[in-house]
């Protein structure tokens, strides 16, 4: 019983040292979804083989999210939550678009030629 007792101290601390280590970090972390979460700034968001890369993004209010597109084929982006930012240009191969989100809230996406594609940004305060 001693010996449990004893052992019990360093285990707990060991514990805990590891939950404030996994805690710091350089701002991009990502959430139990696995989405991206960003400080105020900039955030990436890439156009993979039909798919958005992170397909959900989490962000401050204030950050410009910026897709890229690494595909061959041309891809765009329609706005489909209540905010309806610009529909963007067609996107062939490396081109970009930006909006920056600066109201919370949750926003929903798709690529305008290719309906199937969809994405969020889900943007705190």
């Not at 105020?40 to 597109?69: C, D, H, L, M, Y």
């Not at 030629?113 to 889900?122: D, E, F, L, P, S």
Request: net charge neutral; aromatic share 6%; with cysteine.
């Amino acid at each position: 019983m001693t010996r449990s007792t004893t052992l019990a101290g360093p285990v707990i601390l060991a514990l805990a040292v590891a939950l404030v280590a996994g805690g710091c970090g350089s701002g991009d972390t990502k959430n139990n979804q696995g989405a991206q979460v960003t400080a105020p700034g900039e955030a990436p968001v890439r156009i993979v083989s039909f798919q958005f890369t992170p397909q959900t993004v989490t962000v401050k209010a204030g950050t410009k999210v910026t897709w890229t597109n690494d595909d061959t084929a041309i891809h765009s982006l329609k706005d489909t939550s209540p905010l309806a930012t610009p529909v963007s240009q067609d996107l062939g191969k490396a081109a970009t678009f930006s909006i920056t989100y600066e109201r919370p809230g949750s926003y929903s996406y798709i690529c305008g030629i290719h309906q199937y594609m969809t994405g969020t940004v889900t943007v705190t305060p």
